[in-house]
């Protein structure tokens, strides 16, 4: 495998192409959302522009062309996450509605009082708060896998995993990336660990999906969950992987228009799925121009991503450790970090911070991360946040660390 | 990062780090809390109103600079006033952090004139305003069991 040159790719993206507050961008918020390549663009233009038709409803051509397009989306999503049968996978608006849809439509019908719902303490609050709330609502029990370590040693503690994993234990959720503390779990281990008492498994790949190679049969998940966004691709598009028998023996989630098989006035046949979880007329340009995106990251190569971002990641954790009254949030030694690092300045509130980066033209995200309740245990009221993608270069670290020094002799007043 | 000293003025960075009346007041008889979602940024305002006037008050919590001090040079205003002068004295602020125009007066409320050019911030520069305000709303409570 050769390695990507990395700075021609960077061209490939015309919005880090600008000046903020007079300074050339330097865009380290990909975890939020990533930047898209051109050729993503692109195909979203040529989809609308020449293709535009509903789907699977008419019999003209541009119909028939705009339903083999979103098909094709469905098989090239498929071969993306490693799933044999592109029924597989149903798209939505992303990783917070494919949790909600598992949520609503596998949780009402599964879950009673006696069961338990297992999900961890890093979670964002998209695969915190759907646990939460159908737990409530079915009377069954939540409980969570804690988060242990110091700082920079951060990961799930495993034995107490172990002692959860009860046979009431009916379903496991848990993120494969966090977005506050920079771990990447073992998802094949922790499922393997769930399949043991038999629960079944989802998993949360909005933060790897789009960094590394992510298969859902290596990873031997029920479902997971995934947003384009985040991996070079347009919002409004992701999708849920979720093992066939399981999801054709799951209830609508929503009901309407291209979910059904038969409707009379007082009853309805619905479709299987993936169909029968897709009401409605669905996102088909999103989805099209969501195949550039995958073709574009396979091209450059998963695996060269994960180690680039994770090369960038380690050289800021490294440079930011220099600042004095730092915090750095990270894995324990030997767990990989996803590519972005969190920190807190003793002297400096994250908004602050985030504030005065973005003068420098650096942009970066400060607060809980959407994820209170682990920010509280760590005792932590906010974290600053760089999150790294293919784009992003040293010098752009350089700039980062120039800036947060300024920050603390400011805010320190020294 | 000239914008940024004119928001960060010595003023701010003065009562962030030195914050005036900071810590739970047990004598409180009214009490509330803000917060603001987006950020995370908290604040509790504890008010003990003797007849119609603030005798005390005290404010906790956790956020930026700016909601920090905004808190703290709240509270050194608010001491001694009625529900309708601190209304009043809330009109004056929120109209200098949202339009920039400062009182001709040299004041400790002109510092946060520089919010009005980061309209994100506006929301921390009311936090502990909005939170006192709500306080003298609210019901009296039992200052015993606070
Ligand atoms: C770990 C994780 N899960 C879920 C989400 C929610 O993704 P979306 O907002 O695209 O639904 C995010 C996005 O921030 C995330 O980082």
Redesign the pocket.
Known sequence: MSTPDWAALRADFPTLHQDVNGKALVYLDS??TAQKPRVVLDALQDFYLNHNANVHRGLHALSMRATDSYEAARLRTAKFVGAADPAEIVFT?????SINLVASSWGAANLKKGDVVLITEME?H??LVPWQQIALRTGATLRYVPVVGSDAELGLDLDALDRLLTPEVKLFAF?H???TLGIVNDAADLCARARKVGAITVV?A??TIGHQPVDVRAIGCDFLAF?G??MAGPTGI?GLYGRKALLDAMPPYQLGGGMISVVDFFETKFKPSPERFEAGTPNVADAVALVAAMDYLDAVGREAIAAHDRELAAYAATALAELPGIRILGPRPGQPRAGLVSFALKDAHAHDVVTFADQDGIALRGGHH?NQPLMKKLGLPSSTRASFYLYNTREEVDRLIVSLRRIVKFFSGV | MSDLTDLYQQVILDHNRRPRNRGKLPTANRVAHGDNPTCGDQCSVYIRLEGDRIAEIGFDGSGCAISQASASLMTTQLKGKTAAEAQALFDNFHHIVTTGEAPEEISDVAAFAGVHSFPARIKCATLGWHAALNALKSEPTDASTE
């Open positions: 975890a939020a608006r992303g990783t917070t509605e964002h998209s695969n993120g990336g966090s977005n949360d909005a933060q947003s966004h985040k992701g959407c």
